[in-house]
């Protein structure tokens, strides 16, 4: 017979998992009540999978996998005192930020404990600590009905549903706290380390990128083997590279990066509670031209360049890959056209067109979200227009059969719109009066007509001396009234705005769109610079307040980290293979980017310093088989030929190696004379040529050769080449 200690040991119940707690902490605060829940009774004591399934009142108690907060999953997380984990009490509220009970100076300093309670892996039980590798989706608790309803949260605040449980007793902050970490860690049955471990690991495998063998580049240097177009976009491979990055024309941004621009607008969004004080804040940003921004004079193109770029600045600092897209006007002038046409409405009252980017749609998401906020009927009819894409929220209610209340319902479906696509604003409807519409929306002349005015003034805006508005404002004039457009709703709700923020200079920065129509403008000024160089306002040393630098100092968009481009197509390289052949991937250009360019480029990316002596690269457009034979008089596909100038070394060993990417901070020395350089060459007539042969897929063709016109096989080491198009 055992001892009673053996007794005890041999009884002792097994450790408590997080799934059971949760469970616990339900129920202990429902206590004796047996409030019906819409027939589902306690419904966290089903079956596991059940549960996650309940939805009460249309309300989803445990938000889907991948539905989060937003705000929630990318805003850091505040910093609160420490709390101990050995306690019941919560010596801290997350939640209000104050305590939840007075606690001593001691208990909020008291130095980390190597184990809580003498045992780490209750720490990580009663903590919620997130195991090594587990998967996660940050923000999924804060999304769910039942947290919401712990919290007291809309609209379990009373307005149409108690707090939760109902008929039982508050749960503790911490409690909630400890539940909300359960279901951001995608709610686990068990605390299994080692199988959530194991699925981890199996994930991370099936995401590792697949490598490239070395015969395989070899086979590519030599041009027996395309080089792929990189599964990076242009600005993640100017990024590595320290290259001035791309503004895109928006017609033409990839899903993924136009994915990205909307994370980095809706994160600084979030912030805008807080814009006093933080610049993080997308208001902060647009009250600095509310305050400040310049109209009829010389320092609008020069103010407006450096605003731009201090807010991409910003945006960079959420993703170093994010620049501001540009809209180019006259490219949609036959839509808005139609579309003015297609309304039959001499009404200045919503008929006009904006970039898809920047429109309003309703995703299953957004239906799920607004479940329980708005009645079956609004849903269902939200519903008839699902994934559909609208200019206005105007005319998505108008097809959707909503009538406009001016009521918390349409705050509740503006809200979500907000969330689903945060490029949109609700008040916007684009459009006005049809005989306007047509005699003034730019088309290309207009544009090319203002690039070819040779003064500054004429062209930009009036000195200091004389005030008047240039012929680029003129149009930037018309695009805000335009984009901003009337309140239809405006006679019926006398509260109503009755135009849209871009219609006032001290409201127009709320909305997103002003971002890509004044980079457009400032893509026009870059342009008129290119055409007419030298030609500037008179004011070079004048400050552009709020900001310290002078006018001069914007001149320059490369020195501002920019350029503009259409539409990028990057062929990446193994800078440590010699390429001989090059041989890019057919790649099919946009009919609407082939149709209207200004100007298309060929760029070899930061060619190294060759000791094998100069060479001549050939470069062709849609030649796949070009080698040292390949004619180029007369000759369609051939682009030019350029020469590098390099030698043999008369330095010390690794004198001719390529000097490092980056620079101390503090060195002011020259640049290191053995620096990558690059290539452009304008193959814009080759692409006509091309093109008016009925080509429509593109690809580039290098031939390496020495001074005896035979193949040179180590003169070419570089990163990339690419195929840009500019408007």
């Avoid at 008047?468 to 009337?486: P, R, S, V, Y």
């Amino acid at each position: 017979m055992g001892t009673t200690e053996d007794k005890a040991e041999g009884t002792q119940p097994p450790r408590q998992t997080r799934y059971e707690r949760v469970k616990r902490i339900l129920t202990d605060a429902q206590g004796a009540a047996c409030p019906s829940y819409q027939g589902y009774g306690r419904f966290w004591e089903l079956p596991l999978e059940e549960f996650l399934q309940v939805s009460i009142y249309g309300i989803r108690m445990i938000a889907p996998t991948g539905m989060s907060d937003f705000c929630a999953e990318n805003m850091p997380a505040p910093q609160t005192p420490r709390r101990s984990c050995c306690s019941s009490e919560e010596e801290f509220d997350p939640f209000t930020g104050g305590p939840e009970e007075t606690t001593s100076d001691a208990d909020l300093t008291s130095p980390p404990e190597e184990t809580c309670c003498g045992s780490s892996a209750s720490a990580s039980a009663s903590t919620g600590d997130v195991t090594p590798g587990k998967a996660r989706s940050p923000g999924r608790g804060a999304a769910s009905g039942l947290i919401k309803g712990l919290k007291g949260q809309y609209p379990f605040d009373g307005t149409q549903f108690p707090r939760l449980p109902w008929g039982g007793s508050a749960v503790k902050p911490s409690d909630i706290h400890f539940i909300q970490d359960w279901i951001d860690d995608n709610c686990p049955a068990t605390d299994d380390v080692k199988s959530t471990t194991t699925a981890a690991t199996a994930g991370d495998a099936g995401s590792t990128p697949i490598s490239v063998s070395y015969s395989s580049k070899l086979a590519r240097a030599r041009g027996h083997e395309e080089h792929p177009p990189s599964d990076r976009s242009v600005n993640e491979f100017n990024h590595d590279a320290g290259k001035v990055k791309a503004r895109v024309n928006v017609e033409f941004l990839s899903q993924t990066e136009l994915d990205k621009f909307r994370r980095a607008v809706g994160v600084m969004m979030c912030y805008d509670d807080f814009q006093q004080y933080d610049q993080r804040s997308f208001a902060h940003w647009a009250s600095i031209h509310a305050n400040n921004c310049q109209h009829g004079w010389e320092q609008f193109l020069s103010w407006h360049r450096l605003y731009l770029a201090n807010f991409e600045q910003q945006l960079q600092d959420i993703d170093p890959t994010v620049t501001l897209p540009y809209w180019d006007w006259p490219m949609y002038r036959e839509n808005v056209i139609a579309s003015v046409k297609d309304l039959q409405s001499k009404k200045p009252f919503d008929n006009g067109v904006v970039p898809e980017a920047y429109q309003c749609w309703v995703s299953e998401q957004m239906l799920v979200n607004l479940a329980g906020k708005v009645s079956s009927d609004i849903l269902s009819k939200l519903r008839s227009v699902l994934n559909k894409k609208f200019n206005s929220g105007n005319r998505l209610y108008v097809a959707a059969g909503i009538d406009y209340t001016g009521s918390e319902t349409d705050d509740f479906i503006m809200g979500a719109l907000k969330r689903v696509n945060p490029l949109w604003e609700r008040y916007r409807w684009p459009g006005g009066d049809a005989d306007i519409i047509f005699e003034a929306y730019p088309t290309p002349g207009d544009v090319d007509r203002i690039l070819q005015i040779p003064n500054f003034y004429t062209f930009g805006s009036g000195p200091a001396s004389n005030h008047f508005f240039g012929a680029l404002e003129n149009i930037h004039n018309l695009i805000h009234n335009f984009t901003g457009g009337m309140n239809p709703n405006a006679s019926q709700f006398p509260n109503e705005t009755p135009t849209g923020l871009m219609v006032s200079a001290g409201t127009t920065a709320y909305d997103p769109i002003f971002w890509a129509h004044h980079s457009n403008v400032d893509r026009l000024w870059s342009e008129w610079q290119a055409l007419h160089p030298g030609a500037t306002p008179d004011d070079p040393t004048d400050i552009l307040a709020p900001w310290p630098l002078q006018v001069q100092d914007v001149y320059n968009i490369s020195n501002l980290g920019y350029e503009y481009l259409k539409s990028a197509h990057v062929y990446e390289t193994d800078n440590r293979i010699p390429i001989t052949r090059f041989k890019s991937a057919k790649t099919t250009i946009h009919p609407a980017v082939l149709e209207n360019h200004r100007r298309a480029e060929i760029s070899l990316h930061k060619i190294q310093y060759s000791t094998a002596g100069g060479a001549f690269i050939r470069i062709f457009l849609n030649e796949p088989d070009a080698d040292k034979n390949t004619e180029i008089r007369g000759n369609d596909h051939f682009v030019a030929q350029v020469a590098t100038f390099s030698g043999d070394c008369i330095g010390g060993p690794g004198h001719c190696d390529p000097p490092p990417e980056h620079r101390r901070k503090f060195d002011q020395r020259a640049r290191h004379r053995k620096t990558p350089g690059n290539f452009r060459l304008d193959v814009t007539d080759t692409v006509a040529k091309l093109k008016a042969k009925g080509e429509t897929d593109f690809h580039i063709n290098l031939v390496v050769l020495g001074l005896d016109g035979q193949p040179k096989p180590d003169a070419l080491r570089l990163d990339a080449v690419s195929l840009t198009f500019k408007d």
